[in-house]
T-cell receptor, first 111, second 113 residues
Framework: KQEVTQIPAALSVPEGENLVLNCSFTDSAIYNLQWFRQDPGKGLTSLLLIQSSQREQTSGRLNASLDKSSGRSTLYIAASQPGDSATYLC??????????FGTGTSLTVIP | GAGVSQSPSNKVTEKGKDVELRCDPISGHTALYWYRQSLGQGLEFLIYFQGNSAPDKSGLPSDRFSAERTGGSVSTLTIQRTQQEDSAVYLCASAGTFTDTQYFGPGTRLTVL
């Protein structure tokens, strides 16, 4: 069974810093990997989706990379802002159309 | 445009009662997912609907859980004889036919006393 791990569980950074969130998965047989953010009391918002054949995706200040063979993905956030404070989750899609989610990294950007 | 909506937003029930949770997906989305998010844990897949195909029920934790999707749109998740361990946030997501980008609803917070 696929297991998805996110480290660290929590992270605090001062505003303006660049930061990296990590996601690892145990089975490289994935279709794609997605990064989401979740604000308190709300659902998830999709940030980036990387197909298994891709190496990275970029959207604004966000850049996600995927190394399928090593079972790793990173989400890079440039010039962090207080509005980036949220929980970030990664999820992999496996054969059978199921998604496996990590437990998330809680990010706090300090003004 | 309208996103995914879920109702109720909060539900408090007594142990042993049945509950129904509703999900209205984005119009035209053929895929619909139900997840459960317990405190401090990741999202747990429950069930997946895709068009008119038979649903993937492999994530349902027990036979007390069931879900329907009527007319390829609205879905209802039913939990019978609720237990305290069923307390969690239940999230619904929908996706279009040719994309895996999921759009999530705000969730229903279920508390079983």
């Amino acid at each position: 069974k696929q297991e998805v791990t996110q480290i660290p569980a929590a992270l605090s950074v001062p505003e303006g810093e660049n930061l990296v969130l990590n996601c690892s998965f145990t089975d490289s047989a994935i279709y794609n990997l997605q990064w989401f953010r979740q604000d308190p009391g709300k659902g998830l918002t999709s940030l980036l989706l990387i197909q298994s054949s891709q190496r990275e995706q970029t959207s604004g200040r966000l850049n996600a990379s995927l190394d399928k063979s090593s079972g790793r993905s990173t989400l890079y956030i440039a010039a962090s802002q207080p509005g980036d404070s949220a929980t970030y989750l990664c999820a992999v899609k496996v054969p059978g159309n199921q998604f496996y989610f990590g437990t998330g990294t809680s990010l706090t950007v300090i003004p | 445009g309208a996103g995914v909506s879920q109702s109720p937003s909060n539900k408090v029930t007594e142990k042993g009662k049945d509950v129904e949770l509703r999900c209205d997906p984005i119009s035209g989305h053929t895929a619909l997912y139900w997840y459960r998010q317990s405190l401090g844990q990741g999202l747990e897949f429950l069930i997946y609907f895709q068009g008119n195909s038979a649903p993937d029920k492999s994530g349902l934790p027990s036979d007390r859980f069931s879900a329907e999707r009527t007319g390829g749109s609205v879905s209802t998740l039913t939990i019978q004889r609720t237990q305290q361990e069923d307390s969690a946030v239940y999230l619904c997501a929908s996706a279009g036919t040719f994309t895996d980008t999921q759009y999530f609803g705000p969730g229903t917070r279920l508390t079983v006393l």
